[in-house]
T-cell receptor, first 110, second 114 residues
Framework: SQTIHQWPATLVQPVGSPLSLECTVE??????LYWYRQAAGRGLQLLFY??????ISSEVPQNLSASRPQDRQFILSSKKLLLSDSGFYLC?????????FGNGTRLTVT | DQQVKQNSPSLSVQEGRISILNCDYT??????FLWYKKYPAEGPTFLIS?????DKNEDGRFTVFLNKSAKHLSLHIVPSQPGDSAVYFC?????????????FGKGTKLSVKP
């Protein structure tokens, strides 16, 4: 069966520091991979999605970036975090069906 | 402009009764709709879906109804249980293979009281 791992579960970072969140999927090949963010009082906002290695589509302009170095690995990064980057970040995968989410990372930028 | 709207931020229901969660959408190109359930500090879990060629889909205690003319869908939970207490997100996209364009509502927090 397919599983998705996302880490860390919680993270507190100072403004201006870098960020790296990692997500891996097991049990499937060539998945579509996604990064979503849930900010306080808002729904789930799509940040990036990828249909293959090295193929990244950005949905929202911001100081975040994403990379897919391997088929089942998706990384969300930032060179300098802003206070507004605080939120709940979710990785997800799909193969022609519903999205399946990881357990998320709670990021607090102080 | 919100394409998927969940106008009720919260809903409280007694155990054993029916929970009805509502969702409205504005984009007539949407042809696939999903409901997700989310517990605190966890990722959303897929619950049930419906394509635009249907008006009802049922899975156990969960039924989703779609009214295309009104651009409205609803999730019915019968009977409601305390374990159903969670935030429920409505989501929609247009065209298979376009799951990257999945648009979520802001969610409705359901509380089922024993």
């Amino acid at each position: 069966s397919q599983t998705i791992h996302q880490w860390p579960a919680t993270l507190v970072q100072p403004v201006g520091s870098p960020l790296s969140l990692e997500c891996t999927v097991e049990g499937t090949s060539n998945p579509n991979l996604y990064w979503y963010r849930q900010a306080a009082g808002r729904g789930l906002q799509l940040l990036f999605y990828s249909i293959g290695i090295g193929q990244i589509s950005s949905e929202v302009p911001q100081n975040l970036s994403a990379s897919r170095p391997q088929d089942r690995q998706f990384i969300l990064s930032s060179k300098k975090l802003l206070l507004s980057d605080s939120g709940f970040y979710l990785c997800a995968w799909s193969v022609l069906g519903p999205l399946h989410f990881g357990n998320g990372t709670r990021l607090t930028v102080t | 402009d919100q394409q998927v709207k969940q106008n009720s931020p919260s809903l409280s229901v007694q155990e054993g009764r029916i929970s009805i969660l509502n969702c409205d959408y504005t984009n007539s190109m949407f042809d696939y709709f999903l409901w997700y359930k989310k517990y605190p500090a966890e990722g959303p879990t897929f619950l049930i879906s419906i394509s635009s060629i249907k008006d009802k889909n049922e899975d156990g205690r969960f039924t989703v109804f779609l009214n295309k003319s009104a651009k409205h869908l609803s999730l019915h939970i019968v009977p409601s249980q305390p374990g159903d207490s969670a935030v429920y997100f409505c989501a929609a996209f247009a065209g298979l293979g376009s799951q990257g364009n999945l648009i979520f509502g802001k969610g409705t927090k359901l509380s089922v009281k024993p």
